[in-house]
């Protein structure tokens, strides 16, 4: 026994019946009709052949992909950037505040050292200025003349 087609929507065109459509609905199981059927879909199965299958039980349709931002992003993150920008400046801000600092200390210590040197020396000039005693002043004359074969002449006057 062939099966037979599902029954369709009734054709009859001068009261005749179209061939190929049974003339009665059939006497046992559910009915279908032909306006309450799904329609049918052909999808790709697993192998990419074709299928039929009904178009509540197919897969969803592949929605297209949003748009994309192409333009070129920043090598670094600009949080990153800013980090490292807040590091590297505030090793800067310290390094000059140390040098100052250094500056300022290093020009008080030599001002001290300067006043204590002053001091010493104006120590030393009045304690030599107040010498009692004689005074001899002593000038010696050296006459050194060149000869030949590195001889010298020297004469103290």
Not at 38 to 57: H, I, L, N, S, T
Not at 66 to 83: K, V
Not at 90 to 110: F, H, M, N, P
């Amino acid at each position: 026994m062939s099966p037979q087609p599902l029954p369709g929507p009734q054709h009859q065109y001068g009261g005749q019946q179209l061939p190929g459509w049974p003339a009665e609905a059939p006497l046992n199981g559910p009915v279908e009709l032909y306006g309450e059927r799904d329609p049918v879909v052909w999808v790709p199965d697993a192998y990419g052949q074709m299928v039929p299958m009904r178009r509540p039980q197919a897969p969803a349709p592949v929605q297209p992909t949003p748009p994309r931002d192409l333009s070129p992003q920043p090598l670094i993150d600009p949080l990153a950037q800013r980090l490292i920008g807040g590091g590297i400046g505030g090793g800067a801000l310290a390094a000059g505040v140390g040098w100052g600092a250094a500056q300022i200390v290093d020009a008080a210590t030599a001002a001290g050292a300067g006043l204590i040197g002053w001091a010493i020396l104006i120590v030393l000039l009045l304690k030599t200025g107040r010498r009692d005693g004689d005074t001899y002043n002593i000038n010696q004359t050296v006459h050194a003349e060149a000869k030949w074969f590195g001889r010298i002449d020297t004469d103290f006057h």
